[in-house]
């Protein structure tokens, strides 16, 4: 990435739709991201606007080497399926349109930058870059962490989202998989998008 000082994706830029054009509102948005366990094996997103309309929810997987999470858009309709690639040092997961795992139904690549780091730095490779071996080659980049309390997105050296941590944030919450998020997305860009994005990131953080 860039090390020149960031912009910021705005009003009159062109619109970044990775999910789909419905995600994409031409003013700044602040959701909320509710995440909890379910149990020891499922966990559940959800997502808000700050009026609590339902935006997007979010069902899988907690543990496992072949995680596998869902989107669903309010009425229930599956938007996007997120599926962790088996066993490796830097976590990889593809996602993919609605139910389907084919090729053609490719949205994003997500591949974690660095297995040895105390700040979780994810590459994002659209369908269309199927070259990941190169992290200068990826379309999206995000970086931050719980260290932080912060966690930020940018396409190429553009700011495009950014996440905080909404109450005071203690180990203990952490571990029991019960926390909030607020997110910060700019003009334009797809928030289905940045949402599964920090679903996967959180996976890679989530070490409890």
């Known amino acids: 990435m860039p090390k ?4 910021e994706w705005q ?3 062109p619109p970044i739709s990775v999910v789909g054009d419905q995600f994409c509102n031409p003013y700044p948005m602040e959701l909320m991201v509710k995440r909890k366990v379910i149990n020891f094996s499922k966990d559940h997103y959800q997502v808000v606007d700050p009026s609590g309309n339902i935006l997007l929810q979010i069902d899988g997987q907690a543990w496992g080497f072949n995680r596998k999470r869902v989107m669903r858009d309010p009425a229930g309709f599956i938007v996007l399926t997120m599926r962790q690639k088996g066993i490796r040092l830097k976590r990889k997961w593809e996602v993919h349109g609605g139910e389907s795992k084919d090729k053609e139904d ?7 930058s660095s297995a040895m780091s105390l700040k979780t730095s994810v590459d994002v490779f659209l369908a269309e870059n199927s070259n990941i071996k190169k992290s200068s080659a990826c379309d999206f980049h995000a970086s931050g962490g719980y260290s932080n309390i912060s966690f930020k997105v940018f396409k190429s ?6 996440v905080g941590v909404t109450h005071k944030f203690t180990w203990g919450s952490y571990c029991k998989g019960k926390y909030n998020f607020s997110v910060s997305v700019n003009p334009e860009v797809d928030y289905a998008f940045i949402i599964a994005l920090l679903v996967m990131v959180d996976d890679i953080e989530n070490l409890c």
């Open 11 to 13: 009003v009159g830029d």
């Open 106 to 112: 490719l949205l994003f690549t997500v591949q974690q």
């Open 4 to 7: 020149n000082k960031k912009t």
């Open 157 to 162: 050296d553009a700011l495009i989202a950014g």
